[in-house]
T-cell receptor, first 121, second 114 residues
Framework: DTGVSQDPRHKITKRGQNVTFRCDPISEHNRLYWYRQTLGQGPEFLTYFQNEAQLEKSRLLSDRFSAERPKGSFSTLEIQRTEQGDSAMYLC???????????????????FGPGTRLTVL | GQQLNQSPQSMFIQEGEDVSMNCTSS?????WLWYKQDPGEGPVLLIALYKAGELTSNGRLTAQFGITRKDSFLNISASIPSDVGIYFC??????????????WGLGTSLAVNP
């Protein structure tokens, strides 16, 4: 399977604990995105990387959240001192950079992983 | 965060019926996207629209990019049970850093009765 993979698929933790999620993008994709999705909502952008550089972070990404992509391949998202409000599906996506298709303005599709569902008790 | 207005919120239809859903925004987008999300999975791109007025089909799916660039609709013809899922519209925008960002609707949940 050469799609985006995420691990773990499910995580149950107690409030105050730290959790770390991993995302493995499609191998030739140098852009990687993290989103959070709660029930009845669309995905909300958290952050994205181009290669190992973290180019943008949403205001949703509080100080308790940190994301890394040290070698420009897989990425980790860590949540420290989890709160019940952190319970959500955390989605990772990867894409080629804009313009790669050769057509100006063409959207380079973000391919999503299956997500990690976090439940904070 | 900014989100699109998507309607209806949910639909329950009989197999074989046609379905229509739409998205509106107060902002102009240069690209409209329609995704489908199955339970426990990430969204999958169905159709991408790049020009105002563009009408694009993908099998039984048809989507249009509104002339004002502030709206889009998705039609599904002759629905089948595997069409069940949540359909999201998304608009692609450029932020202040000239980076593209997806703005998402709240989704339309579709149930199909065989």
């Amino acid at each position: 399977d050469t799609g985006v993979s995420q691990d773990p698929r499910h995580k149950i933790t107690k409030r105050g604990q730290n959790v770390t999620f991993r995302c493995d993008p499609i191998s030739e994709h140098n852009r990687l995105y993290w989103y959070r999705q709660t029930l009845g909502q669309g995905p909300e952008f958290l952050t994205y990387f181009q290669n190992e550089a973290q180019l943008e972070k949403s205001r949703l990404l509080s100080d308790r959240f940190s994301a890394e992509r040290p070698k420009g391949s897989f990425s980790t998202l860590e949540i420290q001192r989890t709160e019940q409000g952190d319970s959500a599906m955390y989605l990772c996506a990867s894409s080629l950079p804009s313009g790669t298709s050769g057509r100006v303005g063409v959207y380079n599709e973000q391919f999503f992983g299956p997500g990690t569902r976090l439940t904070v008790l | 965060g900014q989100q699109l207005n998507q309607s209806p919120q949910s639909m329950f239809i009989q197999e074989g019926e046609d379905v229509s859903m739409n998205c509106t925004s107060s902002s102009i987008f240069n690209t409209w996207l329609w995704y489908k999300q199955d339970p426990g999975e990430g969204p999958v791109l169905l159709i991408a629209l790049y020009k105002a007025g563009e009408l694009t089909s993908n099998g039984r799916l048809t989507a249009q990019f509104g002339i004002t660039r502030k709206d889009s609709f998705l039609n599904i013809s002759a629905s089948i049970p595997s069409d069940v899922g949540i359909y999201f519209c998304a608009g692609l925008t450029l932020n202040a850093g000239n980076n593209r960002k997806l703005i998402w609707g709240l989704g339309t949940s579709l149930a199909v009765n065989p």
